[in-house]
T-cell receptor, first 110, second 116 residues
């Protein structure tokens, strides 16, 4: 099956800093999403981005499907950005299911 | 509100008991997925239903079962509960089979199960 690797596994930043989170996947994928799991456990959909670039406020994401990676950019970090960021992909099989990476744990210090 | 509704939000029960978790998918979505997230772990796929039929099965224990009803809501039944079953259980929904309707998976807020 498809393997998803996220880096770095942990990231500690001061408020106001910028960060780049990476997601590599081992095979062609039909779709890709980025999720933020906040400290209360909620999984929030950030981007649905099988290819190209999208922006939403201080967050943006780029997926280069041909090179099998995606990047999530967070600018001017705020303490509310803390949590775990998951990349999730799924392939072309009719029985395919979403495969999650192991996540990047982001801690923003005030 | 993501559009996917999970109940209850919290559940505390004793070992050996049986519980039922409920999920209502986003309007128009035919696929429902169940995931388990143990403490500080990633999300493990349990099972997928599409329009009432089981579509894919992951690491689901034999003590666990699920079904999707004609109105498309789904229930996850967990029986003979053990301490290790304590986890966050998420339900997600997506569009018609492989068609994600342009927004992919939508997750509910989860049910936090504590087995004591």
């Amino acid at each position: 099956g498809i393997q998803v690797e996220q880096s770095p596994p942990d990231l500690i930043l001061q408020e106001g800093a910028n960060s780049t989170l990476r997601c590599n996947f081992s095979d062609s994928v039909n779709n890709l999403q980025w999720f933020h799991q906040n400290p209360w456990g909620q999984l929030i959909n950030l981007f649905y981005i099988p290819s190209g670039t999208k922006q939403n406020g201080r967050l943006s994401a780029t997926t280069v499907a041909t090179e099998r990676y995606s990047l999530l950019y967070i600018s001017s970090s705020q303490t509310t950005d803390s949590g775990v960021y998951f990349c999730a992909v799924w392939g072309y099989s009719s029985a395919s299911k979403i495969i999650f990476g192991s996540g990047t744990r982001l801690s923003i210090r005030p | 509100d993501s559009g996917v509704t999970q109940t209850p939000k919290h559940l505390i029960t004793a070992t050996g008991q049986r519980v039922t978790l409920r999920c209502s998918p986003r309007s128009g979505d035919l696929s429902v997925y169940w995931y388990q997230q143990s403490l500080d772990q990633g999300l493990q796929f349990l099972i997928q239903y599409y329009n009432g039929e089981e579509r894919a099965k992951g690491n689901i224990l034999e003590r666990f079962s699920a079904q999707q009803f004609p109105d498309l809501h789904s229930e996850l039944n967990l029986s003979s509960l053990e301490l290790g079953d304590s986890a966050l259980y998420f339900c997600a929904s997506s569009g018609t089979g492989q068609q994600t309707r342009g927004y992919g998976y939508t997750f509910g807020s989860g049910t936090r199960l504590t087995v004591v």
